[in-house]
């Protein structure tokens, strides 16, 4: 199957500059994750979709991150205006289902990331 | 709090040495454990998980809750284990994030 799709790659910016990452899952993936990878640390969830509806933004930065999931499909994640700590890789992630304990439809996979560069 | 620690943000050894990368966790449930792997110019992907207690690619890992541990092991490294290893962890109550560690990079020279 298809992987997922993540666009740009890379992306240079001036701080106060706005920039959207897009992210397309895996066809029937229900469920879509955004990450957010500084150098030298782990991902960090920034928002989770199940379809079009938002189950976690509880570290989204609200003021100037945001993201859709229109139609239950792709995403976009926008910033503005843009930090220079918001330098990072952006990972989109999707898995089939959040799905209950013990159930494993959760693996969840990972795009190739966006390399964000502010300056 | 969830909080996911690598010690190591580096371990070097020889092909053919055992490894073993450490992580341990805190949570105040019972979570989910998992060790995800990123080679060079790939994706991030799944290793193995502690529920499956299964070996994948000669590593094996194994939940210990009075420790609080999940140390990623293997008996004889090769040089294709070469990669970034993250430890995460998932709480198994409704819907939860991936919580991840800072990752170890495990460097394996011939």
């Known amino acids: 199957e298809a992987g997922v799709a993540q666009s740009p790659r890379y992306k240079i910016i001036e701080k106060r500059q706005s920039v959207a990452f897009w992210c397309n899952p895996i066809?029937?993936?229900?469920?879509l994750y955004w990450y957010q990878q500084i150098l030298g640390q782990g991902p960090k969830l920034l928002i989770q979709?199940?379809?079009?509806?938002?189950?976690?933004d509880s570290q989204l930065p609200k003021d100037r991150f945001s993201a859709e999931r229109l139609k239950g499909v792709d995403s976009t994640l926008k910033i503005q205006p843009a930090k220079l700590e918001d330098s990072a890789v952006y990972l989109c992630?999707?898995?089939?289902?959040?799905?209950?304990?013990?159930?494993?439809?959760?693996?969840?996979?990972f795009g190739p990331g966006t390399r964000l560069t502010v300056t | 709090a969830q909080r996911v620690t690598q010690p190591e943000k580096l371990l070097s050894v020889f092909k053919g040495a055992p490894v073993e990368l450490k992580c341990n966790y805190s949570?105040?449930?019972?979570?989910?454990l998992f060790w995800y792997v990123q080679y060079s110019r790939q994706r991030l992907q799944l290793l193995l998980r502690?529920?499956s207690r299964e070996s994948i690619k000669g590593f094996t890992a194994d939940l210990n809750k009075g420790e609080t541990s999940f140390h990623l092991k293997k008996p004889f490294a090769q040089e294709e284990d070469s990669a970034m290893y993250y430890c995460?962890?998932?709480?198994?109550?409704?819907?939860?994030?991936?919580?991840f560690g800072t990752g170890t990079r495990l460097l394996v020279s011939p």
């Open positions: 992630a999707s898995s089939s289902s959040t799905g209950t304990s013990g159930i494993y439809p959760y693996e969840q996979y």
């Open positions: 066809s029937g993936h229900a469920t």
């Open positions: 979709f199940q379809n079009n509806g938002v189950v976690d």
């Open positions: 949570y105040s449930g019972s979570p989910e």
């Open positions: 502690h529920i």
């Open positions: 995460a962890l998932r709480p198994l109550s409704g819907f939860q994030k991936l919580v």
